[in-house]
Antibody, heavy 122, light 112 residues
Framework: QVQLQESGPGLVNPSETLSLTCTVS????????WTWIRQTPQKGLEWIGY???????NYNPSLMGRVTVSIDTSKSQFSLRLKSVTAADTAVYYC????????????????WGQGTLVTVSS | QSVLTQPPSVSGAPGQRVTISCTGG?????????VHWYQQVPGTAPKLLIY???NRPSGVPDRFSGSKSGASASLAITGLQAEDEADYYC????????????FGGGTKLTVL
């Protein structure tokens, strides 16, 4: 079955750019939609952004302008870049597959990666 | 941004039935957008529990069920077991701004 694994630095300096990669294995990467979600004790689960295999994207309005999701179909990977980070961006970051078809009102997330903790601190 | 409101905690004894509510508004659950539920055991990633209001993925026991009415949804767990102790989150879509997915704040279920 499909498995996802996040990777990237666990520590990022304030004002710099957070970069993570999600590697997908065990299933079809193409014809799917992929997403990033983060979790903090203060704000709980927060959807970050998504990208389709064809390059369509959408981002959480609260993060618009700072976030970019990209995809590399040749490597079955998709990536997250969040710039100008602050301590408020310290979180566990998850990647996940989007299911439910092309209607956003039906979409849900399954499976999820195990998550990776990113701390923003100097 | 809109929010989905869940009770911070619920509890029940083994064998009992508990429900967890998720209240939204006119731009999400009240607009008849699907509600989904996730279970998260501490230290692990959320796991899909219910999708499309009341559908269980393969492998999820039928002790778990979902429902929706108006701008609210509920997760019911019957025959409570110790292994059900976890955090539970609802999720839906919101059509405001440019459209986005949102989660409830989570509910910690304690099995007494």
């Amino acid at each position: 079955q499909v498995q996802l694994q996040e990777s990237g630095p666990g520590l990022v300096n304030p004002s710099e750019t957070l970069s993570l990669t999600c590697t997908v294995s065990g299933g079809s990467f193409s014809n799917s939609y992929w997403t990033w979600i983060r979790q903090t004790p203060q704000k709980g689960l927060e959807w970050i952004g998504y990208m389709s295999y064809s390059g369509d994207t959408n981002y959480n309005p609260s993060l618009m302008g700072r976030v970019t999701v990209s995809i590399d179909t040749s490597k079955s990977q998709f990536s997250l870049r969040l710039k100008s980070v602050t301590a408020a961006d310290t979180a566990v970051y998850y990647c996940a597959r989007i299911l439910g078809g092309s209607a956003w009102r039906r979409n849900y997330f399954d499976p999820w990666g195990q998550g990776t903790l990113v701390t923003v601190s100097s | 941004q809109s929010v989905l409101t869940q009770p911070p905690s619920v509890s029940g004894a083994p064998g009992q039935r508990v429900t967890i509510s998720c209240t939204g508004g006119s731009s999400n659950i009240g607009a008849n957008y699907d509600v989904h539920w996730y279970q998260q055991v501490p230290g692990t990633a959320p796991k899909l529990l219910i999708y499309g209001d009341n559908n269980r993925p393969s492998g999820v026991p039928d002790r778990f069920s979902g429902s929706k009415s108006g701008a609210s949804a509920s997760l019911a767990i019957t025959g409570l077991q110790a292994e059900d102790e976890a955090d539970y989150y609802c999720q839906s879509y919101d059509s405001s701004l440019n459209g986005y997915w949102l989660f409830g704040g989570g509910t910690k279920l304690t099995v007494l």
